[in-house]
Structure formats: structure tokens, C-alpha cells
């Protein structure tokens, strides 16, 4: 990924929820060897982060998360995106689970 092109990404992902439903969508619908490269592009893997800590709503993450988590889990991909993405998995498991009464 180009530098330009991901700074630009990034500043993008900033803005409000409404602004961005494009690049929403372009994101959770990226195939697994795209996200994968991505991933391991330190350009590109601050374009996961930065999608990952935008506007979007948790139900976009999730996908995202969900999708590619065991690809993102066991590859060699950057410690940044594995504590995110292991943050993220988290407390979203923990928001789902019942908790015992």
C-alpha cells in the first residue's frame, strides 16, 4: 500500500460515521488474502487500525474481526493489529457473554 494513499485512509476514517459508509463497506467486504497483506504492510496495517478505532459502528468491526481473526490470529502480522484485534475480541465477547446468576 502507498503511504499517500494510506495517510489519506487514515484521515478519512477519522471522520463521522455518516462520511465514511463507503469505506465502511469497502473494508468488511475485503477478502481474507487482502486483509492478510494488508495486515503485514505497516501502511496497511495502520488502515486496519485506524478502521478499527474509527466512527464505525461495532457491528462493522465485528465483521471484520470475525472474518479474518484466525488468518489475523496465526499469521505473522504486527503485534499492533494482534492487540487490537485480541482487545477487540474481548470485550466483545464479553459484552454477548451470560453471565451466571
Do not use: C
Not at 455518516?18 to 503485514?40: G, P, R, W
Amino acid at each position: 500500500m502507498h503511504l499517500l494513499g494510506s495517510l489519506i485512509l487514515q484521515s478519512i476514517l477519522r471522520l463521522p460515521n455518516d462520511f465514511i459508509l463507503q469505506y465502511i463497506s469497502s473494508i468488511t467486504s475485503l477478502e481474507d488474502n487482502h486483509v492478510l497483506e494488508a495486515s503485514k504492510d505497516p501502511s496497511g496495517a495502520r488502515v486496519i487500525e485506524a478502521f478499527l478505532s474509527s466512527n464505525a459502528s461495532t457491528k462493522h468491526k465485528r465483521k471484520l474481526v470475525i472474518k479474518h481473526y484466525a488468518n489475523l490470529e496465526s499469521s505473522d502480522v504486527p503485534k499492533i493489529i494482534q492487540k487490537i484485534i485480541e482487545e477487540f475480541h474481548v470485550r466483545w465477547l464479553a459484552k454477548v457473554s451470560i453471565d451466571p446468576v
